[in-house]
């Protein structure tokens, strides 16, 4: 029997640890094999209030460097593109 799509979760994770920049963050050599490429470029960049560890350089680029979100909390990227979709959708 096939098993309704919320119920499996294969789409949620993507490691490519062949990566020259694998893994991008400093993290324990015990937490790569959870480290999700899957958002390898986070989806949030470009909204403000991105609910991420991030600042600004003098620059004025955004430093994400610090933030693991998009690594190991896919359901909360997933929630907030949703969130900004219907959102955006009520304003028209």
Known sequence: ???R???VSYF???QNNQCEYFPCHNIEKSEE???NCLFCYCPLYLIEECGGDYKYL???IK???NCIIPHY???TIIN???KLIYNNKKRR
Do not use: A, H, I, V
């Open 1 to 3: 029997m096939y098993k």
């Open 63 to 65: 430093d994400c460097s």
């Open 80 to 82: 907030k593109l949703t």
């Open 58 to 60: 003098d620059n004025g």
């Open 33 to 35: 094999k959870d480290f």
């Open 73 to 75: 909390q896919y359901d």
């Open 12 to 14: 949620k994770f993507y």
């Open 5 to 7: 799509l919320y119920e």
